[in-house]
Antibody
């Protein structure tokens, strides 16, 4: 069974950093690209970023709203994908999901981890 | 950035009725369109990809159609568990963008 478990969320002040983890199981992470998607309270889903599989170079793509502040990385041997978030803003407050990409951008979703940016 | 617009914002229907949800892209996305369902308090789940292919385990009452800029998600006979929020997403170019969602509620 495919499982994605996000962790690392919490309350931080504006300008601080936070790193989220997505621990995967039930499939070989190295074979898949992965996405991060977020959802602010009462708002639509927002795609945050994507990382290619290592076989395709592991390069990442980012939404304009987070480019230059967020970094996605992967540790295939540990079955973990990371989202490093720097210079956090109040508008980054959201539930953050990691998703697996296969035929569609997000064929499997985790339960999400909540990030609150507030002073 | 490709803007995805869903209509209507809310659809009020009774169990057993047919639901038709629309998604429009600001420019052509070909067939690179996915639909997701989000029940209250749950994570989204993939329903449809490539505009019309049902994901694994999705009931046949869900169907997708369209290409280019106009897409439709149809639920042929609404079941109680289908009352939820539905999002479309294009994945033809970066950034991948979602629609604002259509809520299917019980009338």
């Amino acid at each position: 069974e495919v499982q994605l478990v996000e962790s690392g969320g919490g309350l931080v002040q504006p300008g601080q950093s936070l790193t989220l983890s997505c621990t995967t199981s039930g499939f070989n992470l190295g074979d898949y690209a992965m996405n991060w998607v977020r959802q602010a309270p009462g708002k639509r889903l927002e795609w945050v970023g994507f990382i290619r599989s290592s076989g395709y170079g592991g390069k990442a793509e980012y939404a304009a709203s987070v480019k230059g502040r967020f970094i996605i990385s992967r540790a295939d041997f540990e079955s973990i994908v990371y989202l490093q978030m720097n210079s956090l803003k109040t508008e980054d407050t959201a539930l953050y999901y990691c998703t697996r990409e296969s035929w569609a951008p997000s064929d499997s979703w985790g339960q999400g981890t909540l990030v609150t940016v507030s002073s | 950035e490709i803007l995805m617009t869903q209509s209507p914002a809310t659809l009020s229907l009774s169990p057993g009725e047919r639901a038709t949800l629309s998604c429009r892209a600001s420019q052509s996305v070909g067939y690179n369109l996915a639909w997701y369902q989000q029940r209250p308090g749950q994570s989204p789940r993939l329903l449809i990809y490539a505009a019309s292919t049902r994901a694994t385990g999705i009931p046949m009452r869900f169907s997708g159609s369209g290409s280019g800029t106009e897409f439709t998600l149809t639920i042929s006979i609404l079941q109680s568990e289908d009352f939820a929020l539905y999002y479309c997403q294009q994945y033809t170019e970066w950034p991948r963008t979602f629609g604002q969602g259509t809520k299917v509620e019980i009338k």
